[in-house]
DNA sequence: GTAGGGTTAG
């Protein structure tokens, strides 16, 4: 049967969704009360609509009231009610309403999948597991399994709520799986540090696509995928989802040209960063941003500013990110009186925006690195807003550098104040301690650490070889090439030792836990074991690439340097700060160790 | 326009 609607029932209609502003909307109210055309279900859904979606700024409690007022809502108003919450600042109540009219037992309003979706929103919104456990339950009774969508929401609430394993049982029981749902897959595993599993799934849309057709990657997957490669550094699967950018019409997309540029900057590779960057046809602030980052972080920071002044000549505007680029830039590469001049232009309104919390931080270690650390301290100290732990933990590393036990002690306890202390905190203050040979301090930490049940976060290497992402943790003994790898190994440290290279554990004292247990057995590093790796593997001259999580060490990086000289080899090793280009024996970085 | 799924470039 088809809705009769009178002429003056269609112009209010129309009248309600062209309305602007809420006063507009307050009048039309008026009149719905006045002349009882309120009750009537169509009109009243066009105005709750309007009111609680289309409105901006929206006001929650105005719908909230009218909704109210409705004796008997209909499931199709109690669902633009729900997505209403959904996207407020309550969205708990959002899913009350759900679990009250679900529980309406008397009522003959039936089951609906979009009252359920938007409820799943809600419980996003909030992170709210237990409530989405409670809506899969209802999605089973009522029948929805079928339903594509529905699912895709629920994967979506348990990447949000880290719960990777339940989201890819939903995937596995969805009838039709499409891109989207593909790429909520891979999205959450990036979300919960599952980034090998993500490149996978990307090379399995390839795969069936071919076979099914309907889950060819699309911009949305390339951009995850490319997140993912920055990630792991994972080079030759970047090019791979480049060329597949390429060969399938979206390489004039600016958002993934950005992404690649920032991919191969991350992944050490500054060439072919550049020339992604020099073919764009069309740029704006983020890919500048993304070049100048690009560069800073490998260390090329006149080439970083010479970029920013490029910018400035066109005419673009930078923005937050772009000084934290170019800030970086100078400290990484020990630009001290670039970086100043900068950040004084910066403070002068030149840019039009204030100092944020980053800048301070490049400023901090640019400071850091040019032995002044009172400045560095006294700078903290003068800012506007609240210093974060990140801010801290920069001067306690320049601290330990210098040996400055004094203000070490008073960062770290900035750090207590904040709650923010990590292990690797009081390993930096301990290593300050050992470094002026303060034993009985060292101790003292130790125990501290004991007694607070700190303990460091595992170190971990990547190395990528044809596309496949090999990881190894410290004295990774899962490798099935464990033995060979762990021979070619004593042997590297064979050669390197008649070059001159002598092993340096006893100032960083990274593992704890396990040279406590096994006195002076060797230990390595992970970095160690992927260098070992990919020497073994990849024929004379390969260049090795490793990405390793934390920062990597003293040792570690002669060992690297070592390396680059004796095998030949350009060994690139980013960790979580910069990266570190090694070549016929010294390294690009300008860290003084 | 009474309707629902993914992305937040640096």
């Known amino acids: 049967m088809l809705k009769s609607m009178s002429s003056s029932d269609d112009h209010l209609v129309s009248l309600i969704v062209s309305s602007t502003g809420k006063s507009h909307l307050r009048q039309i109210h008026a009149v719905l009360l006045r002349t009882s055309l309120i009750r009537n279900s169509d009109v009243f859904h066009h105005f709750l609509s309007r009111l609680a979606l289309s409105l901006i700024p929206r006001d929650i409690n105005y719908s909230r009231r009218v909704f109210s007022q409705r004796t008997n809502p209909s499931v199709s108003h109690c669902n633009t009610m729900i997505r209403a919450f959904s996207v407020s600042e309550t969205p708990g109540e959002g899913f009350r309403l759900f679990r009250a009219l679900r529980r309406r037992k008397s009522s003959s309003l039936p089951a609906n999948p979009l009252s359920s979706s938007f409820a799943l929103k809600c419980c996003i919104k909030s992170a709210d597991l237990l409530g989405g456990l409670q809506i899969h339950g209802k999605i089973v009774t009522d029948g929805f399994l079928s339903d594509s969508l529905l699912l895709t929401t629920l994967m979506d609430l348990y990447s949000t709520c880290e719960k990777s394993n339940h989201a890819c049982k939903v995937f596995d029981e969805i009838p039709k799986r499409d891109t989207v749902s593909y790429n909520v897959l891979i999205s959450c595993f990036l979300r919960n540090k599952r980034t090998r599993d993500a490149l996978f799934l990307f090379d399995k849309m390839k795969k069936n696509e071919e076979v099914d057709g309907c889950s060819k990657p699309d911009n949305v997957t390339c951009l995850l995928a490319l997140q993912a490669c920055s990630s792991l550094g994972a080079l030759d699967f970047g090019e791979k989802v480049h060329d597949f950018i390429e060969g399938n019409g979206l390489g004039d997309a600016l958002n993934l040209n950005n992404t690649l540029v920032s991919m191969y900057s991350r992944c050490g590779s500054m060439d072919k960063a550049y020339k992604v960057f020099n073919r764009m046809r069309e740029k704006n602030v983020v890919s500048w941003t993304a070049m100048i980052s690009g560069l800073a972080m490998n260390g090329f920071g006149r080439e970083a500013i010479e970029a920013f002044e490029e910018m400035l ?24 009186d670039e970086g100043m001049m900068f ?56 601290c330990r550098v210098q040996g400055n036990v004094e203000l070490g002690e008073r960062v770290v306890s900035h750090l207590v104040e904040l709650k923010a202390e990590e292990a690797g905190d009081y390993v930096l203050l301990l290593n300050t301690y050992s470094s002026v040979g303060k034993w009985e301090k060292v101790t003292e930490v130790r125990s501290l650490m004991k007694e607070k049940r700190l303990f460091t976060k595992p170190g971990c290497s990547v190395i990528e070889l044809q596309g496949t992402v090999y990881e190894f943790v410290v004295d990774d003994v899962s490798h099935p090439r464990k033995e060979e790898i762990y021979g070619k190994l004593a042997e590297i440290n064979q050669q390197l030792k008649i070059a001159g290279y002598k092993a340096e554990t006893a100032s960083e004292l990274h593992n704890l836990d396990s040279e406590e247990e096994k006195g002076c057995a060797l230990t390595y590093h992970s970095e160690k074991l992927a260098i070992a790796f990919g020497i073994l593997v990849t024929p004379p001259g390969t260049t090795i690439r490793v990405t390793k999580n934390l920062r990597t060490c003293v040792d570690c990086h002669n060992f690297a340097k070592f390396v680059s000289g004796v095998y030949d080899r350009v060994v690139i090793v980013r960790d979580r700060s910069r990266f570190h280009h090694c070549k016929d024996g010294s390294c690009s970085c300008n860290d003084f160790w």
């Open 343 to 398: 950040f004084d232009r910066l403070k002068s309104g030149e840019f039009k925006m204030k100092p944020n919390v980053h800048h301070y931080g490049c400023m901090v270690d640019l400071l850091g690195r040019a032995r002044l650390l009172d400045r560095a301290y006294d700078l903290i100290k003068s800012m506007e807003m609240k210093p974060d732990s990140t801010i801290w933990r920069t001067l306690l590393g320049a």
């Open 313 to 336: 000549k066109l005419g673009v505007s930078p923005e937050e990110h772009t000084l934290t680029g170019l800030l970086s830039a100078c400290s990484h590469s020990g630009l001290v």
